[in-house]
């Protein structure tokens, strides 16, 4: 489904350094998290893309507060930016995208998207939804022209076209209509949407696809298509990227393995979680799994939502970039813990015992070598490779 024309409106942001609103998990002492990689203090960071921009690398990731029960993040997830010269260093600067005002598209949560630079613009597209259609996802823009405050569309780009992929009402298991990834076509000069969606035929379970969507210009309008990929054995292929590489086109997800169908699960040998990739002639397909499993060389299972990043010290080479969870232990009150997970408050106010629970802790992974050659790209994280 195409929707247009579209109008702006300017985003209200907030510093780095401003306060959230949400409901933090009460804490009196904080024990810095051990693991690799960046994180703003106090912070959830996963899905997360780059923008390699004229020497900087601009990080967008998806923000919400620590708390009690990491699973609620997904209802509280805005966009966070952060910029470094190495992919290693990170200085946090602030919100890119949050949730629009009351009764827009896009009042609820935000999630993930992509970004893209096309002559003095910044273009970024994202997943919104709103609290009065629930788990509805739509696909929307936001502009910048310095990169640091954004414009957002008033109307979505995008909702799932019902002739190709399913929707809301039609979903017998969990929702996908998200992620989106674009490029342009150097042969066509258009330019290729693809997000996370699902099938409208085919197992109940096993509908993940990637569609597509092609647009004249960069805003759209943007016309959806039949899916570039749908092979029938996935629950869910989250977060695609595509790139070109020495004349092959390569269309990368992320997925778990307990996402895997029965079927695929038999052919491969064993469920894999990480970054999965086919391989192609075109933009558009037809793709065949690379390695034959699909499972991209040096997948390591506690790194999601890989992304390949152009390493701008060495053009035409690419570094990933991900995220990991890890356990980290927090001292907390145990009467404001307890509260906390209830959704109520602490009885009569009264101070409890302090304990120290383990935390889920996640932080973007460090920058990885990527080694290409014929069997496609392999992560060398020295972990399994």
Request: proline content about 8%; some cysteine.
């Amino acid at each position: 489904m195409m929707i247009g024309p579209l109008s702006h409106t300017p985003i209200a942001t907030r510093s780095a350094a401003s306060p959230s609103t949400s409901c933090d998990l009460p804490r009196d002492e904080f024990v810095p998290s051990t693991t690799e990689g960046y994180a703003p203090p106090d912070r959830f960071l996963w899905d997360s893309w780059v923008l390699a921009d004229q020497g900087k690398y601009r990080l967008f990731h998806l923000d919400a507060p620590v708390d009690a029960d990491p699973e609620t993040r997904h209802e509280r997830a805005q966009i966070r930016t952060a910029v470094s010269d190495d992919l290693k260093n990170w200085v946090d600067t602030g919100y890119a995208i949050e949730s629009g005002p009351a009764g827009a598209w896009d009042d609820g949560p935000i999630w993930t998207g992509s970004s893209y630079r096309e002559g003095d613009r910044y273009y970024t597209f994202y997943t919104g939804r709103n609290h009065r259609d629930g788990q509805t996802q739509r696909i929307g823009l936001a502009t910048s022209v310095d990169g640091k405050t954004w414009t957002r569309a008033e109307k979505p780009l995008l909702e799932a076209d019902s002739r190709w992929y399913e929707t809301d009402e039609s979903s017998p298991v969990f929702r996908a209509f998200r992620d989106p990834y674009v490029v342009k076509d150097p042969s066509s000069g258009k330019y290729l949407m693809y997000f996370t969606a699902k099938t409208k035929d085919g197992h109940p379970r096993y509908r993940g696809c990637i569609g597509v969507a092609t647009a004249d210009r960069l805003e759209g309008p943007y016309e959806q298509q039949p899916p570039v990929l749908a092979p029938g054995n996935f629950a869910e292929m989250e977060c695609p990227q595509v790139l070109e590489k020495d004349g092959k086109w390569y269309l990368f997800f992320t997925t778990k393995g307990e996402n895997y169908s029965p079927e695929w699960e038999a052919r491969v040998g064993s469920q894999q979680t990480g970054l999965h990739g086919f391989v192609g002639d075109s933009p558009t397909g037809p793709f065949k799994p690379l390695n034959g499993d699909a499972v991209v060389a040096g997948t390591d299972s506690n790194m999601f939502a890989v992304r390949f990043v152009p390493d701008q010290a060495r053009p035409g080479e690419y570094q990933a970039v991900g995220w990991f969870m890890a356990d980290r232990p927090v001292k907390v009150d145990q009467a404001k813990l307890l509260a906390a997970r209830v959704g109520g408050a602490a009885v009569g106010g009264v101070a409890g015992p302090m304990v120290e629970v383990l935390e889920k802790a996640y932080t973007l992974s460090e920058p990885y070598p990527v080694r290409w050659d014929e069997a496609g790209p392999h992560i060398i994280t020295g972990r399994s490779d």
